[in-house]
């Protein structure tokens, strides 16, 4: 169950894995992510995005960035591994309508969840433009693919390494302001960049999307640790969301307990990465037992 047939790095520390799963492969939708566990037992649960699938080989396929103890795991998964548990497809799907003109911005990893928003939107008959924001031009995911889910592509670097420097923001206020502004945003990415894309749709009351990436515990409904403040109700971002209306999300109260667990996360990134260097260090004491035999 859940093996894994790929497995491509992307860039640094950003890994694309495509692992079986037929059940979610045939009943996924655009927007949905599963929930995934890299240790049976004791292992936490993580939510990832639905990237891609191939319903005939049922398979899907995840994009994430090794930034914590789960996730690095992960990356350490090679072709012919099990994932040991994988739960979804969860979350509602997105809203995919003929709305007209679409702009989709993609933060960094964002973008990967991106692209079937813009493969589902494009097939709906909108006019999709895809703005893919990276820090440096070896971060920048998925370009070839969002070409070709997109009719026109717009690349952005902080350090103006590739494409154009600047932020996300940029081009899509400049879109705002033009004769043919958007019908519709959706934006995907760090906190911050959804929100800063939130506050630029607003003055032009452009409806604007953005999916959350809080914490999750069960994805379910039932432990409340993804809790988020949108209109001033309380909401679930694993039953209710993950899509949300951008311009009603309390992004500060978010950010703020995202960060709730941080000590703990890591404290967990250490014992990995520790671990980790006395496998690397109990190898090299092997063959150095052997070079001296
Ligand atoms: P954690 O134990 O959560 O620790 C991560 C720590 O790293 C945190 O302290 C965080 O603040 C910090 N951090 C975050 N980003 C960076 C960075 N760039 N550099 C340095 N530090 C950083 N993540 C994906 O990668 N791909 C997805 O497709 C994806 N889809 C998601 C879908 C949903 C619906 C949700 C709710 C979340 C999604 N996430 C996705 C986020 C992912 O689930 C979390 O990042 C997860 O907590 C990672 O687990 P971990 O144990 O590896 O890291
Ligand atoms: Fe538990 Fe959403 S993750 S309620
Ligand atoms: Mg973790």
């Known amino acids: 169950m859940n093996r894994i047939v790929s497995k491509r790095l992307l860039a640094n520390d950003l890994c694309e894995l495509e692992f079986e799963a037929p059940h979610i492969a045939r009943g996924h939708k655009a927007g949905q992510f599963l929930v995934l566990q890299a240790d049976h037992d004791w292992g936490e649960r993580i939510p990832l995005t639905i990237a891609d699938a191939n319903e005939s080989a049922g ?7 090794a930034v914590g103890a789960t996730t690095i795991k992960l990356a350490r998964f090679n072709p012919g ?34 692209h079937p928003i813009a493969q589902a939107m494009r097939a709906a008959g909108n006019h999709v433009t895809s703005i893919l924001a990276a ?35 940029a ?48 994805g379910t409904g039932m432990c409340g ?36 667990f941080r000590p703990f996360e890591e404290e967990a990134r250490r014992r990995v990465r520790d671990h980790e260097c006395n496998i690397d260090k109990a190898a090299r004491a092997i063959a150095a037992a052997k070079e001296d035999r």
């Not at 592509?153 to 420097?165: A, H, L, M, Q």
Request: some cysteine; glycine content about 10%.
């Open 59 to 65: 398979t899907v396929t995840v994009v994430f960035q």
């Open 81 to 114: 591994d099990c994932i040991p548990d994988v739960l979804g497809p969860l979350g509602n799907p997105s809203d995919v309508r003929k709305f007209g003109r679409v702009v989709l911005c993609g933060g960094g990893i964002g973008v990967a969840p991106i």
């Open 135 to 169: 820090r440096t031009k070896d971060l920048v995911i998925f370009e070839n693919r969002m070409r070709a889910a997109s009719d026109e592509v717009i690349v952005c670097t902080d350090d103006g390494s590739y494409g154009r420097k600047g932020l996300v923001t």
């Open 171 to 218: 081009p899509l206020k400049e879109m705002c302001e033009s004769a043919t502004p958007p019908d519709r945003v959706i934006a995907i990415g760090p906190p911050v960049m959804m929100k800063f894309c939130a506050a630029t749709t607003k003055p032009f009351g452009i409806p604007t999307i953005v999916s959350l990436n809080t914490i999750m515990i069960d």
């Open 225 to 260: 640790g993804c809790r988020v403040m949108v209109g001033g109700k309380m909401k679930f971002v694993c039953v209710d969301g993950p899509d949300f209306d951008g311009h009603e999300v309390d992004w500060d109260n978010m950010m703020k307990r995202m960060r709730a």
